[in-house]
């Protein structure tokens, strides 16, 4: 990969040059020398993440071009967001669509974090063209990785994550799912992460502009990660977190991985797979932990467990929203009903991945994550 020629692709794509705040650079950078020096990727593999940066770097030149055009724009506020997260493959996903039914609540729709300009108006946002080509993208996703779409469903006018329009900052936890890049990885968890919220808050306030309602719903367990920078940007936002058996949490996360770094590299090494997970969500939960512990940010924060969700979802909702103050319609609450009961006619339940694939070990994870379980009260297996 040459950065010189990506810049000049996606300036040709955009038919623009502007990037707005150069904070990107040095993510691009990282991120590029990691791809070529640790990735290995396949010519597939080659292909679909030079389209990704070049993709990121064109949406950031597109959204620019709109804010010049609208400086008004910048005038939104994004006002108390709500944001999910907790350690990935807890159910957030499903936790996200069920949000999702409420025409109150606003959410990061797949379609339009693929591609936000020109904005989303209210009037086109159920026939925006967008959506098409959108389906057609996770479609493609869904054929090219196997299995991938029982592990992680999506739909063009479903919810997307926030990794999404972090990656036009590059200083994103996106890539890492895709590829092999431990020297990006580790630049990630310990860069200044408030650029990367504050371009994700110019984006929201692109995506509300035209289209109401401005009451957020936004996840990813990639937060907890960088959750003082969130607060520093978002100080009004509130949280929730879902939880789960971090000893089927991580052999999941990693079988999840492996479907797509299986396919866009020359090999894969799951036993390393395994061992990075393990210190990157351990990382992430430390983090939050002591967010959480620093004693004003009790109220701000809503828990989830995953088996509760799965026994009583509409239940653990209405308890939700009444820990928010917010109004859970009867329309809401039908409509979530319904979607829950037709996702769950194709849910094939959790899958059971094999640990030891990954080099972990239920018994060592109960030990080393035990600060977390204990303090949450999460049960995990042990054998």
Request: hydrophobic share 45%.
């Amino acid at each position: 990969m040459d950065i010189d020629q990506l810049v000049d692709a996606a300036c040709e794509r955009a038919g623009a040059a502007d990037f707005g705040p150069d904070t990107w650079q040095e993510g691009l950078d990282v991120l590029v020398r990691s791809l070529s020096d640790e990735a290995a990727l396949n010519e597939i593999g080659l292909a679909v993440m030079t389209d990704q940066i070049v993709g990121n770097l064109s949406n950031r030149l597109k959204i620019e071009q709109c804010y010049a055009k609208h400086p008004e724009i910048n005038e939104q506020a994004i006002v108390a967001p709500l944001f999910g997260l907790g350690l990935p493959r807890t159910g957030s996903t499903a936790l996200s669509f069920l949000l999702a039914q409420d025409r109150a609540r606003r959410t990061l729709r797949v379609w339009e974090a693929a591609d936000p300009c020109p904005p989303p108006e209210t009037a086109t946002q159920d026939t925006d063209p967008r959506i098409a080509v959108a389906q057609a993208g996770v479609d493609f996703t869904n054929d090219m990785f196997t299995g991938f779409a029982e592990m992680l469903p999506s739909a063009a006018d479903g919810p997307q994550e926030c990794l999404v329009p972090m990656a036009f900052d590059f200083r994103s936890l996106m890539f890492e799912g895709m590829a092999n890049i431990p020297s990006y990885t580790a630049w990630l968890l310990h860069c200044d992460m408030k650029p990367a919220y504050e371009y994700h808050r110019r984006v929201l306030k692109l995506l509300q502009w035209r289209c109401p309602p401005n009451r957020w719903w936004l996840k990813s367990p990639a937060h907890m990660l960088s959750i003082d920078a969130l607060d520093a940007v978002y100080p009004d936002a509130r949280f929730v977190m879902t939880h789960r058996d971090v000893a089927k949490v991580l052999p999941s996360v990693c079988a999840l991985y492996a479907t797509l770094g299986g396919v866009l590299a020359e090999h894969l090494d799951p036993v390393a797979l395994g061992a990075h997970n393990r210190d990157v969500w351990r990382t992430a939960l430390e983090r939050l932990i002591e967010f959480r512990d620093s004693g004003t940010e009790k109220d701000r924060f809503f828990d989830l467990a995953f088996d509760a969700v799965q026994r009583d979802p509409i239940g653990e909702v209405t308890e939700l929203y009444a820990a928010l103050g917010d109004e859970l319609t009867d329309d809401a609450r039908q409509r979530m009903t319904s979607w829950w009961a037709e996702a769950s006619k194709n849910r094939t339940g959790p899958g059971n991945y094999a640990a030891d694939e990954f080099g972990l070990d239920p018994a060592s994870i109960a030990d080393e994550f035990a600060f977390y379980t204990n303090r949450f009260d999460v049960p995990i297996a042990t054998a």
